[in-house]
């Protein structure tokens, strides 16, 4: 059994209850909700990385395996903060940490924004993984306490929240791109930092504004104890609990989503602008159609019936989505690449809640050991794959092979899936209750 921080006072879980609850009306709270999911989809400000790739590597000198490596530094930084969101929640309550997390994100862009080198830019990066680490638990913690009632339906809000930016953005970054095209280093400079810079303060101005404000959110006794043994649960990381089949598999499989998933979205640029002389749809055009299929299929499943065709999701999305994405990188036409990227993406993104929402619900300690294990191994994951992308690319000058295997991810999360049962009705569903 792993280390169990030490048990927080009952006057700290007090006052959160009392934070959290009581008098405020509904308007507040969605005031609330609304202002901390506006704040955090402001960090989605990082998928202009892709699209600057090529320029960033020419801006520092850096080989593809070094470039692989700088952006792995985001996983580095959330590994740590994995490690420790738990326990901080627990002791020091679930809005002050989503505060920390926006206020820490602000702090990391301002950072980036500085223009120091690329020593400045690392640290600033991992800083920036670990605060984006922080907010990944503590944001949907904090929205479940404020909403207990509707929790699926204001996760997925935040969902669509994140994609919409994810979309727009690149679109901004290629046109910045353009407009700094005959200017230089120079030029390039103000393109990436100045951004930053904007990003950071509008994050630190609003998680000041989020601190300082006083507020309390009504909430029913049961749901406040119940939001209480949940987080408390969540910093209980019981090792046991991951030494079963089942959930040792659910760790795989969004290991495998992850890992190819990111590492496509950050090298297919530059596999574009590498091995086509003339490029028809830009690659911002392609990091942009990633948003728009993962915000079209995930805006599906949060109104669909909750098992309709999961089996069908989870065995087959990964490996079609997978091929589309495997022919478009050997097809050798230009126009293929970010068309057929953004078809794969609109399968391969129902993948990740589909097998959430596999986990079992019974115990919220279980549930949330198995995510935030999964967390931690995805982001190791991550780093090693971009690192070695990135080598295979400098070894080979071909893109082809290393995106080839991560696209093969897909392919393998479905294959698993199928052999393994996921997504058949699990027994206890069907078994009445013992007590």
Known sequence: MASVPQEPSRDSHTVERQQLSSTADITTRRRLALTLICLSSLTVYTSVFPVFATQICDF??????????????????????LLVVGPLISWCGVRRIAELGILGCGASFLLLG????????????????????VGSVAHPSFLFAIFPGIKRRVFSVKLVSVAVPG?????????????????????????????????????????????????????????????????????????????????????????????ADTTIYTFLPMFMENHFDHLPIKPAYAVAGHGLAYLVTRGLLSVMPERIAQRAILCLSGPI?????????????????????????????????????????????????????????????????????????DQTGDYRVALTFAAGGFVAFGVIAFLTGFGRPAVEENCPSHG
């Open 167 to 259: 979309i727009l953005l690149p679109l901004v970054a290629g046109s910045l791109l353009r407009w700094s095209g005959t200017g230089g280093d120079e030029t390039f400079r103000w393109v990436l930092y100045v951004p930053f810079l904007m990003v950071g303060s509008t994050l630190v101005a609003g998680g000041l504004l989020m601190a300082l404000k006083s507020y309390t959110v009504e909430e029913s006794a049961d749901s406040e104890q119940t939001g209480v043994r949940q987080l408390q649960a969540r910093s209980r990381i019981r090792l046991l609990q991951l030494l079963n089949i089942r959930s040792l598999l659910v760790i795989v499989l969004i290991s495998l989503h992850a890992s």
């Open 321 to 393: 989505g997978g091929m589309i994405l495997i022919f478009s990188i050997w097809s050798g036409n230009a126009m293929y690449v970010p068309v057929l990227y953004t078809l794969a993406c609109f399968f391969v993104a129902a993948e990740f809640p589909a097998l959430v929402s596999e986990l079992p619900s019974r115990s919220m300690g279980n549930l949330g050991t198995v995510l935030a294990a999964s967390y931690l191994v995805t982001e190791l994951a991550k780093f090693v794959m971009l690192k070695l992308t990135g080598r295979v690319a």
């Open 60 to 81: 520092f000198s850096l080989s593809n395996e070094q470039f692989g490596s700088l952006m792995g530094m985001q996983s580095l930084g959330r590994v740590a903060a």
């Open 114 to 133: 500085m223009g120091g080198g690329i020593g400045l830019f690392q640290c600033g990066l991992t800083s920036l993984g670990m605060f984006i680490g």
